[in-house]
């Protein structure tokens, strides 16, 4: 009896294996290949970036005389200094922006060939698009104090912000992020402190929960982990 389930086992997976062979073989693959671009032997970095989409990408090349972005076909402007893992397209692939400058203590934003920022900044960070891909927000360093940049609004001054905890609400309206003002960490939603703590962790990350609530999780000097949420209610 044993030998006979065995047999059951392996004549079914057998044919499993043969069903799923004849399934491929009735399968045709189209390949449909489409030039968009020549990329030069120098590419800043070696750093590629891509649309969600896959349907567009950017990089900067350049010389010692100028640096540039090449989109596709498109050549941006040339500038004397480009940070080349700064470039970052919109959810729908329809804008590029990136970090340039007059040099490297001397950036603006560049948001679609044209320069975002009047102002300069010493170093610009977390730059990032909205989810609707009409806003684009990113920190900004001048005279040593941080400042958030959000729809072409200066926010608050920071001494410092955390990189890469910068994001959007999922409606597009609110932003928030990781901020440290006399030695006490917040996190901020568009220009609000909340609560203040003591120390958060570099690991801890921004989660928006709802188009109204972030989560994160904190940890404590008795190193128990918290988590927090917190919700934007009108008054």
Request: net charge neutral.
């Amino acid at each position: 009896m044993k030998i006979i389930k065995v047999f059951l086992v392996v004549l079914t997976v057998q044919l499993s294996i043969n069903a799923g062979a004849v399934s491929m073989r009735n399968t045709e693959r189209l390949v449909n290949a489409r030039k968009i671009s020549t990329m030069p032997k120098k590419v800043h970095d070696g750093i590629v970036v891509k649309s969600t989409d896959n349907l567009h990408f950017a990089y900067v090349t350049g010389s010692e005389a100028g640096m540039y972005v090449m989109r596709d076909f498109d050549q941006d402007m040339s500038y004397k200094f480009i940070k080349p893992d700064s470039l970052v397209f919109s959810p729908d692939g329809r804008h590029l922006a990136y970090v340039a400058g007059d040099s490297i203590e001397d950036l603006f934003v560049v948001l679609d060939g044209r320069r975002k920022s009047s102002r300069s900044m010493q170093e610009v960070i977390c730059l990032v698009f909205s989810p609707d891909s009409k806003k684009i927000a990113y920190a900004g360093k001048v005279f040593d104090k941080w400042q958030v940049t959000f729809a072409d609004s200066v926010g608050v001054q920071f001494d410092d912000i955390r990189p890469g905890s910068l994001s959007f609400g999922p409606d597009s309206r609110h932003i928030s992020y990781i901020a440290k003002d006399f030695n006490k960490w917040y996190v901020v939603i568009d220009d609000s402190k909340g609560s203040e703590y003591s120390y958060i962790p570099d690991w801890t990350n921004l989660v928006w929960l709802s188009p109204d609530t972030v989560s994160f999780l904190l940890l404590d000097v008795s190193y128990d982990v918290y988590m927090i949420k917190e919700t934007l209610r009108k008054k």
